[in-house]
């Protein structure tokens, strides 16, 4: 039925963040074969960025208990590439304090064309400096606000002042960390960071918590965010985030190609659902809901009560677990 | 966050739809403790109308083949109230053709307050015709159009026409069959219903095929429907429906109780999820986008290429297909 339409414009960019924010679930184990087949898939779907892990310094996180992408170093990006042609631009996430200053060569030297600093709004001073650093190593920089659904209006505007007036980064994204945001609050938070960021793209991630990823994603763009996060099968933390085979089909844009996003799901994703859960499970709804991170979620399905929903339901609105 | 808040002078209604259309899935073969947890439920929850099955002749389907819920005979539905006090209106859906007036005893001698006629756009005559018996027997009465996202405005407006001037149902709801539609044709289809039926109300039944079944609740609602449909954990043939759980979270009205939902998903649905199959499937996501019946995915979930959907997607979009 009716879908976005091309040719009016305005120039919509896509986000792939399947390997890092999927690696949120296993501590980026996955194999080889695994980021190499979403990296085929993406590059030849037409999506335009790539982010295919967090960047860390290997001083704070062991490689014993973490997978390569908590790292994504350029040596192993570069065998994943192998030879095959870039269409898609590759970067990486960065949290605040994790990463030094060494971690990044400078962009001439590296496979990376783009690093988005991941922040919340509390560390903007520290998140600015992160992305000026990134940004003086000839990397396109970025920002994302991250739990913001739990920030004020008067913080807000004050974070994304600074952004605007001491960055060059070329987009900021509003990050649905609890699934907690309505059609009406994207609304709002979209309308509040272009008033602000003059000079900036708007972006937009979703999480699924209320089902709400892919149509909150949608009204993202109908009100004039430009960037939008997106993952295969919606993989990601909890209850994962906007499907990128749904967001291409709505863009009907004839520069993505659904297939090979198609085939690499029935190739990669089928098996690994068997493996490591995400999506739409009523605790995360009951944590979507409630506008509270979903650990206690994610503890409660790593127990022996996963599927008690009805108790935790009663657990997280009783009074008195509020009242100490 | 921002949920549709009470007060505002609109009178919203919520039907719950869990054993009418989950029983798509199984024919209807649910136990009487799950039929019964159900309604203890839906009857506990605030909900105002509850469709507990379809009434049928029995002339038509076999009782071997089909469970209790696809004739829903009043004697039955007597032995699942037993002695709890109704706060629900019960009532039953029936099909064009699949029911005879013997089927229906006068409303005063009946456990049942509604029925609700499910049509193709194409049948409407019958459906006024078998809409009008029903209210003759003293029944509220109401329409669903099913496959709307196949018909054309011009045939569409003839129809509703016909509706206003020659029934009397409380509603008359637009189904998302093929679970096809976008937020603008949901405005479009909401505001040409508004238009044609002055003196009914206009609900919706939303589909999940493309995970947007409550977000195109909220757009309904939002463009000024007043009725509702909804099912407990979304439960549903193929993809599924809009979840009763996240409804009337996003409802918010003090009238509703969340808690005995919540009971009941524990209870009875976790279980059911591991016997019988619903929701968001990339096969049906397939039909949805393509706005096609989920027939034909359905049939690949049960054939041994059930996972196979790169193969299926290249299988319904290349043109040999459909050049014959």
């Known amino acids: 039925m009716k879908k976005k339409t091309v040719g009016t414009g305005e120039k919509l960019t896509v986000f792939d963040c399947t390997v890092r924010d999927g690696g949120l679930i296993n501590k980026w184990q996955f194999s080889d074969t695994m980021v190499r087949n979403v990296f085929e898939a993406v590059n030849a779907s037409g999506v335009e960025y790539m982010e295919i892990g967090y960047r860390a310094s290997e001083k704070m996180f062991s490689p014993e208990e973490y997978g390569p992408w908590r790292f994504s170093k350029d040596e192993k990006i570069r065998e994943i590439i192998g030879e095959t042609p870039l269409n898609v631009k590759l970067g990486v996430m960065v949290d605040i304090g994790r990463v030094e200053s060494d971690d990044l060569m400078p962009a001439d030297e590296s496979p990376l064309s783009f690093v988005r600093v991941a922040t919340y709004l ?10 000026n650093l990134i ?3 000839g ?3 970025f920002i994302n606000i991250m739990a913001i659904s739990t920030v004020n209006d008067y913080d807000l505007a004050k974070g994304l002042k600074d952004i605007e007036e001491q960055t060059n980064v070329t987009a900021v994204s509003i990050v649905d960390s609890y699934g907690a945001l309505m059609a009406d609050n994207v609304k709002h938070l979209v309308a509040t960071f272009k008033e602000s960021l003059t000079s900036k793209h ?3 991630h979703a999480h ?9 994603t949608i009204t993202a763009l109908d009100s004039g965010a430009t960037f939008c996060d997106a993952t295969i099968n919606g993989i990601g933390r909890a209850a994962g985030n906007c499907p990128l085979e749904l967001l291409l089909n709505y863009l009907n844009d004839p520069k993505y190609n659904l297939d090979p996003v198609f085939q690499v799901l029935q190739k990669v994703f089928i098996d690994l659902r068997n493996e490591i859960e995400w999506g739409y499970l009523l605790p995360y709804m009951i944590t979507g809901m409630l ?3 979903p650990r206690v979620a994610i503890a409660l399905r790593n127990s022996a009560e996963k599927d008690n929903c009805g108790d935790f339901f009663r657990q997280l609105t009783t009074p008195e677990c509020y009242n100490n």
């Open 139 to 141: 990397y396109e920089s």
């Open 122 to 131: 509390k560390d903007m001073p520290k998140a600015i400096s992160l992305a």
């Open 208 to 216: 699924n918590n209320m089902q709400l990823g892919f149509a909150n």
């Open 291 to 293: 506008n509270e991170h």
């Open 202 to 204: 708007v972006g937009f």
């Open 135 to 137: 940004a003086d190593k």
